[in-house]
């Protein structure tokens, strides 16, 4: 399903970025606005144009900056949102939906998930997805934080349109390896890792700096080309800062060797049985 090393192709026939851009925590400081919507500009710029958000950041306010940042350039945005499980409901999805293209300033969105299981039905959820998407406010929907139990019923309720499922997934949380990733593999679906470098603490880890060192690379380099080497997987790093952006964009064209991948291997070890999906 992997088209190219830029691309991935979803369940629809369309096609989402490899490398993303994450925006948690972005939006809620004021001081750092300008610095936060340059990095998001100059991404698009590189090729990043996969812009992940959600309603519950910052309240909106992580919205909003990613509305500011795409003026003039939304159609080269791949924009993905999602809708926090307490609005989603059939008819609190489809409100939530229409709040966030507001503070957007859009008139639709690409992707849009469930942030995480809550107590509604899915066929609620999964009914006010295909509403939205007869009505153009979406392209298509997803889910995320989704364990392997979670797709099943996803799938058993109607949910076989699902696009993609974002996942904590990185080299220090490897637990879906063992059955989640194969399933989704199986069924084409997409996965969409989120803190792809641990939140940062991945950086200063010895084994990640040796191999950066062996391709003149950077530790979040190496993190993120883990990630980019394998099939069906695309990243969402996020970048408050100009410099930062560039650096994850370089991560495309670092390829690791099997040397990397099996230092890698023993310093984080790959799942021996299976894990809870873990999220933050």
């Given at each position: 399903?992997?088209?190219?090393?830029?691309?991935?192709?979803?369940?629809?026939?369309?096609?989402?970025?490899?490398?993303?851009?994450?925006?948690?925590?972005?939006?809620?400081r004021?001081?750092?606005?300008?610095?936060?919507?340059?990095?998001?500009?100059?991404?698009?710029d590189?090729?990043?144009?996969?812009?992940?958000?959600?309603?519950?950041?910052?309240?909106?306010?992580?919205?909003?900056?990613?509305?500011?940042?795409i003026?003039?350039r939304?159609?080269?945005?791949?924009l993905?949102d999602?809708?926090?499980?307490?609005?989603?409901?059939?008819?609190?999805?489809?409100?939530?939906?229409?709040?966030?293209?507001q503070?957007?300033?859009?008139d639709?969105?690409?992707?849009?998930?469930?942030?995480?299981?809550?107590?509604?039905?899915?066929a609620?959820?999964?009914?006010?997805?295909?509403?939205?998407?007869?009505?153009?406010d979406?392209?298509?929907?997803?889910?995320?934080?989704?364990?392997?139990s979670?797709?099943?019923?996803?799938?058993?309720?109607?949910?076989?349109?699902?696009?993609?499922?974002?996942?904590?997934?990185?080299?220090?949380?490897?637990?879906?390896?063992?059955?989640?990733?194969?399933?989704?593999?199986?069924?084409?679906?997409?996965?969409?890792?989120?803190?792809?470098?641990?939140?940062?603490?991945?950086?200063?880890?010895?084994?990640?700096?040796?191999?950066?060192?062996?391709?003149?690379?950077?530790?979040?380099?190496?993190?993120?080309?883990?990630?980019?080497?394998?099939e069906?997987?695309?990243?969402?790093?996020?970048?408050?800062?100009?410099?930062?952006?560039?650096?994850?964009?370089?991560?495309?064209?670092?390829?690791?060797?099997?040397?990397?991948?099996?230092?890698l291997?023993?310093?984080?070890p790959?799942?021996?049985?299976?894990?809870?999906?873990?999220?933050?």
């Amino acid at each position: 399903m992997t088209l190219a090393a830029d691309a991935i192709e979803l369940p629809s026939g369309q096609t989402m970025p490899v490398l993303g851009q994450g925006t948690w925590y972005l939006g809620e400081r004021p001081a750092r606005r300008r610095d936060e919507i340059a990095a998001l500009r100059i991404g698009l710029d590189l090729g990043m144009t996969m812009i992940d958000t959600a309603e519950m950041y910052g309240d909106g306010a992580s919205e909003e900056l990613v509305g500011e940042a795409i003026i003039g350039r939304r159609a080269d945005v791949f924009l993905v949102d999602k809708v926090l499980p307490s609005n989603a409901s059939r008819r609190g999805t489809v409100q939530a939906c229409r709040r966030s293209l507001q503070r957007l300033g859009v008139d639709h969105i690409d992707l849009y998930l469930l942030h995480w299981r809550g107590a509604h039905p899915l066929a609620e959820t999964i009914g006010a997805f295909a509403e939205l998407v007869d009505a153009g406010d979406i392209g298509q929907w997803g889910v995320s934080n989704f364990d392997l139990s979670d797709m099943t019923e996803l799938l058993e309720a109607g949910g076989n349109s699902c696009a993609t499922n974002q996942i904590l997934y990185n080299l220090t949380r490897r637990g879906p390896e063992y059955d989640l990733l194969p399933w989704l593999r199986e069924h084409r679906i997409p996965v969409m890792a989120y803190s792809p470098i641990e939140q940062g603490r991945l950086l200063g880890h010895p084994q990640v700096a040796e191999v950066a060192a062996r391709h003149g690379a950077t530790p979040a380099q190496v993190a993120l080309a883990w990630l980019l080497r394998q099939e069906m997987v695309a990243a969402i790093p996020r970048s408050s800062k100009p410099e930062h952006t560039r650096e994850n964009a370089e991560a495309r064209d670092l390829h690791l060797t099997e040397e990397d991948v099996a230092a890698l291997d023993t310093a984080f070890p790959p799942p021996a049985g299976p894990q809870p999906l873990e999220m933050l």
